[in-house]
């Protein structure tokens, strides 16, 4: 857990670093219902480790719980706008209302393959329903860093001589470049800001 603290802690770093260079304000990045819906969890769970405070998950079945009623809540069936049935989740995956229903009363954990069928149905990432919190919303966080670090480069006028690419090359040969590649880079721009933060004024 403590990794997991540390990579959410370190996204978090470069976001708010991302945000300051683009005179914004760190609080008004993160939209809760969207984190709410790639996660799983609660609006005030996912501010709080925003906030980098410590949150209770519960164990494996309450998780488990929580996950599926959010995915049940927000991934509504497109051809009625209701939530699914029960018997229309276990039936996509063999297995019946019955045997899904008590899982949701925390009567035990689903099998590999009733989890993978569940996750597949909802069509969320694979470990949605069991992953912990910590590494869900790190995961969950990640596109936004891509977005702002590629707004961050583009808005620093940043000239690339990377692998086959000439000094004059702007951004253009970014998007070229292995997803990565991209990270990696991202990375190495926010590594430069904040040295540049700290450098002494002469």
């Known amino acids: 857990m403590h990794d997991a603290r540390s990579a959410l802690n370190v996204t978090l770093d470069a976001l708010a670093q991302y945000a300051e260079n683009l005179n914004r304000q760190p609080q008004d990045l993160f939209d809760l219902p969207a984190l709410r819906r790639v996660t799983g969890d609660s609006e005030e769970m996912i501010q709080a480790m925003l906030n980098r405070e410590e949150v209770n998950e519960g164990d494996l079945r309450q998780r488990f719980v929580r996950r599926f009623e959010a995915a049940l809540e927000l991934r509504l069936s497109p ?13 996509s995956y063999g297995q019946s209302k019955e045997s899904l ?39 969950a966080l990640q ?15 940043a000239r690339m001589s990377y692998r086959g690419f000439e000094d004059e090359d702007r951004l253009e040969g970014f998007s070229q470049l292995p997803p990565t590649d991209q990270d990696a880079l991202r990375r190495m721009v926010a590594g430069l800001l904040v040295t540049k933060k700290t450098e002494p004024t002469q």
């Open 79 to 91: 051809d009625t706008g209701a939530t699914y049935s029960l018997a229309v989740i276990a039936a």
């Open 101 to 139: 229903r008590k899982l949701l009363v925390g009567t035990g954990l689903p099998a590999a393959h009733a989890q993978a069928g569940l996750e597949a149905f909802f069509g969320v990432d694979p470990g949605y329903l069991l992953s912990p919190s910590l590494p869900a919303l790190d995961r």
């Open 143 to 157: 596109p936004l860093l891509r977005q702002l670090s590629d707004e961050v480069i583009r808005a620093s006028g």
